[in-house]
């Protein structure tokens, strides 16, 4: 997850006042809760991959049951069978689809994989990241999705000096406090560290998509997917982006 450069929200920021226009959402579907038992429900109808890794993790989990053994093998089985290639804002659906993923989508995988099992875990968002975090039998193991390799940390002294690199990172920045600038800070610098849900994960899912649309020229789809972000998930960014998006295709819209 990057942040978002886009030529356009130059061009908002411009605007006097706050820079926002009221426009009648795009998106009128109600946004159902984001459940993994639904997402297994429709992939392994279709995905022999995902059915493989199924197969795999049910008979690991009756031999190891909740242990670091289980998320261990969880890691690696799924980069075996699912995972393909990193690429920049891919969803869930690209995962399942041809194996490309990105530290939203794979995390979000892997969060419903250690629900399904009866885990608890920790999803933490970062300015430009997200990974997982979990605790067993008192020693805390840290999931990096991204890294298919060394992804899987255990080493204490290792897991502490890789939060304390994003915790340093969020700072609190006190520059801008008028509400544009606060706007404009929560899109180009966040100061992000804390702990999420996974319905707010797949908020950041749609957002990423967002942002991907947007980069490309789509502005009513990137404003149909931020849309769907808003309602798992009210983040600054998020709602910023959103009515900057609103603002934008009033302007167009009016010309």
């Given at each position: 997850?990057r ?12 605007f006097?006042?706050n820079g926002?226009t ?12 984001f ?20 197969t795999?993790?049910?008979k ?34 690209n995962?399942m ?28 968002e ?21 890294d298919p ?17 994003f ?23 966040p ?22 649309y ?12 931020v ?11 998020i ?17």
């Open positions: 997850m942040s978002v450069a886009i030529f356009l929200l130059i061009f908002l920021f411009s006097k006042g926002f009221d426009m009648n959402d795009h998106v009128g579907e109600e946004v159902m809760l459940t993994p038992n639904e997402f297994f429900e429709e992939w392994t109808s279709h995905n022999e991959n995902l059915n493989k890794l199924n795999k993790l049910d690991d989990f009756e031999r190891f049951g909740k242990s670091k053994k289980f998320v261990k093998q969880m890691f690696y089985r799924a980069h075996k069978y699912l995972f393909d290639d990193y690429q920049q804002y891919a969803s869930l659906d995962l689809e041809d194996g490309r993923y990105d530290c939203v989508s794979g995390s979000l995988l892997y969060a419903m994989i250690l629900d399904r099992y009866g885990f608890d875990y920790q999803i933490v970062t300015s430009f990241h997200v990974f997982l975090t979990l605790t067993i039998d008192n020693e805390q193991i840290l999931l990096e999705s991204t390799f060394g992804g899987f940390m255990t080493d204490q002294n290792e897991i502490e000096s890789y939060v304390e690199e915790k340093r990172a969020a700072h609190e920045n006190k520059l801008y406090l008028d509400p544009v600038h606060q706007k404009r800070t929560s899109l180009f610098n100061s992000i560290y804390r702990e999420i849900n996974l319905q707010q994960l797949k908020g950041l899912e749609y957002y990423n998509s967002a942002i991907f947007n980069n490309n020229g789509a502005l009513t789809n990137a404003f149909e997917e849309s769907k972000a808003s309602k798992f998930y009210e983040a600054d960014r709602i910023a982006f959103k009515e900057l998006l609103q603002t934008f295709l009033t302007v167009a819209k009016s010309n």
